[in-house]
């Protein structure tokens, strides 16, 4: 009787995983679209990421100590959304926009709503939508890839007005999508990036698939089937390929407190995300849907939760 059981309330089972751990992932998987979107754009993409990465930092350090809360800038988290955040703007955004865009991130979006873990949208992608409703000619200046920098449409922009429309401008190829030779956000355009890291996440157990893929297929399918002149041949593939498809499928969605908790809630947002953004794409003014998608559906995980977490042993009781 030496030997003294040990009785504690749940979790049992404790991971090695740490905040710290899973930001540094995060970063680590997108170096590689930061630097295609260098690489196409220039330096000035690299002073566009420095600025929000600094601008989300110092207001989360500030927000903090406002409010006279623990400081949290060394689990990297806000230097996560910074990174994100510059990925989804143009490069020839002014850099004091951007700077805006990450004061909205940390201080309105995620430190009002009670800091990491606790706010109920993507921080980067809400500020993006902000940014976009507040200055939508700075956030729609797009540029080709190229020492020479001149504006350009967007693949997505392309299709939304038809080739034809267009006088002396071609479709991009896929070949040309899948590298990031189009004109987009800084770190949107190169899928080959982009799946890159998303590998890194899902081999470092960051991520699982189900949201992104549910994401993709969704999009894909209603693309397909309602994207054409006929039903069943819209070219799916340039959607897949083109805009914030891959950037949002792998790396905002699948944002661990705007996400359901089971694998079916995972998928249901996941074809969600897929089928508002391909709404917003075929049928809105505006050729780009996936940040939108993203909110609206970050908006009902709650309630996505509420019919898809299993009830505890021996259910649940209803309370008159």
């Not at 800091?115 to 956030?139: D, E, H, K, T, Y």
């Not at 969704?218 to 006929?230: L, N, R």
């Not at 996941?270 to 559906?297: D, H, K, Q, W």
Request: net charge positive; aromatic share 10%.
């Amino acid at each position: 009787m030496g030997n003294n059981l040990l009785v504690s309330s749940s979790p049992h089972l404790r991971s090695g995983d740490s905040t710290r751990r899973i930001m540094m992932d995060v970063v680590i998987a997108l170096l590689p679209a930061a630097g295609a979107g260098v690489y196409f754009f220039g330096v000035r993409s690299a002073l566009v990421i420095a600025v929000t990465i600094l601008s989300c930092v110092v207001s989360e350090y500030l927000a903090r100590k406002v409010m006279k809360r623990e400081q949290t800038i060394l689990d990297i988290s806000a230097v996560v959304t910074g990174l994100l955040l510059a990925l989804n703007l143009p490069p020839a955004i002014p850099f004091w926009i951007a700077a805006v865009g990450g004061f909205i991130a940390i201080v309105i979006v995620k430190q009002m709503f009670g800091g990491l873990g606790q706010n109920f949208m993507n921080p980067a992608l809400a500020a993006r939508v902000i940014l976009l409703v507040s200055w939508a000619q700075q956030m729609t200046n797009w540029v080709s890839p190229g020492p020479d920098a001149v504006s350009s449409a967007t693949p997505l922009a392309l299709i939304k007005k038809g080739q034809e429309a267009v006088v002396g401008v071609a479709l991009p190829s896929y070949l040309d999508l899948f590298i990031g030779k189009v004109g987009g956000s800084i770190g949107e355009t190169s899928v080959l990036a982009l799946l890159i890291g998303a590998a890194y996440l899902v081999y470092r157990k960051v991520i699982t698939l189900e949201i992104p893929l549910a994401f993709i297929c969704a999009t894909a399918v209603f693309t397909w089937v309602f994207g054409g002149d006929s039903l069943f041949s819209g070219n799916f593939m340039y959607h897949i390929l083109s805009g914030g498809l891959v950037l949002g499928a792998f790396f905002m969605a699948t944002d661990y407190s705007t996400s359901p908790v089971t694998k079916k809630g995972k998928i249901i947002m996941g074809i969600g995300c897929g089928l508002l953004t391909a709404i917003i794409r075929l049928y809105a003014n505006y050729p780009e849907g996936v940040s939108f998608a993203i909110i609206l559906m970050n908006i009902a995980v709650p309630l996505i939760d509420r019919y898809t977490v299993p009830k505890s042993f021996g259910g649940e009781k209803a309370v008159a």
